[in-house]
């Protein structure tokens, strides 16, 4: 054995597993052909030579070959008649079933792979044995591969995170889409798009749309969303009830800007409550609302509600996203601002942490990423990731009023088409139209499921997808259903 010298140039790396261990990385093992000169005869030399596997200049020199490249007439007169020959497995870290492409990473230089790029560097790591005499030994050869099982841990469920981004894949050509646990705040499922294949970065770097960012923690203007957290500190400060009655014209004037509501066409909403408004997202109430409420209260609630900074402080992508500075706020930019437009921006993460704190009976918690470290030793290093203390945001019964606003939303608002399609469960969340100013438009929707008892947090995000009841609220929905019926419920 102490004879024995092994040879390889392959570095093996940690890996990347879902909640239940799952690999996310599509790893798969090609099989190689290695040529040891040396151990042929002249006339095989000559053979492989004439078939361009050696050439004349370095034909003494060890090679390896995808066993793919090499013709099957070559590979049968050779593999096991001749001790020059031999196949062996070679690990390749990325597949094309890898999962959460965005969040994962890649090479040290992005993502989990980044982040945690300390744990998961390894050893270099032999493939081919050789024995005393420089004889390559193949049975052991054959074997040397092996599966990892050291490396990063995560909340993600990859049966989860396979339903989101098969969806994705259908109806969202660029966006993202976060899942998260509506009771442990463990992110479930965490897809950005357009997708990139991590074993051909190089077709991707200079890709059409960015492929290669994660749209997840970036931040976008939010539009109607934001209504949620102008919702919340109303009640909270008791400044409305869902019962109060408001007067929609279809535009309303702010410091000299005039601001239409999606009513403008029709006349404006009428006479309308407070519910009905955020059923309906009416951008006059809202802003009466926010006018009501002020610069300071609004600003506060938003950093309450966990904007402005970062959710994780693990992704070094993640962004923080953007509060304005209260100083920076005039009464002009108060109307765009209680619907969630101009100079304000979030992001899909911060999105679910919304609806994470409403579901949560107003506490707010930090969102978990990651379960478990396991270095290359074996050694556990952090069995979870532990969660701070929760802090409370708004009271109880200002969150029970709120869950009754979302509901309306989808039960006769502009969030029909998040409804479940059979009625098996009920589903609340809001929809957000944000203007860019150049007649596009972000669409998004944040919801939970079932309305009553939440167990399952879904944001969804398309990049200038147009219309949040249109395009968004349906992707909801559709992964809301195969979700709820994953488990046979």
Known sequence: MAQWRGVSGEVTRGGIFDRNG???????????????????????????????????????????????????????????????????????????????????????????????????????????FFDGLGQPIPGISKDASGEEKWGVYLTIDSKIQSIVERIMDQSVKKGAVVVMDADSGEILAMASRPNYKQYELEKYIKGEDSPLINRAVQAYIPGSIFKIVVLSAALEEKIATLDDEFFCTGSIEVGGNVIRCSSYEKGGHGRITLKEAFAHSCNSVFIELGIKLGKERILEYAEKFGLGKTVLDILPEEKPGYIPPYKNVYYADLGNLSIGQGNLQITPLQAAQIMFIIANDGLRKPPLLVKKVVDKDGVVKQLEFKEKEAERIISSDTVRKVREALEAVVDYGSGLFAAPSEDVFKAAGKTGTAELGDGTNHAWFVGYFPADNPRYIIAVFIEKGQSGPLKAAPVFRKIAEEIYFLNGK
């Open 22 to 128: 799952e690999s996310l990385l599509g790893s798969y093992e090609e099989k190689y052909v290695y040529i040891s000169p040396k151990w042929l005869k002249d006339t095989e030399i000559e053979f492989l030579q004439k078939n361009n596997v050696l050439t004349k200049t370095n034909s003494d020199e060890p090679k390896s070959i995808k066993l793919s490249d090499i013709n099957l007439e070559i590979t049968k007169k050779f593999i096991g008649k001749t001790p020059g020959i031999f196949i062996y497995s070679k690990k390749m870290r990325y597949g094309s079933s890898a999962l959460a492409t965005h969040l994962v990473g890649y090479n040290g230089k992005a993502g989990i792979e980044k982040a945690f790029n300390q744990i998961l560097e390894g050893d270099k790591k032999a493939n081919i």
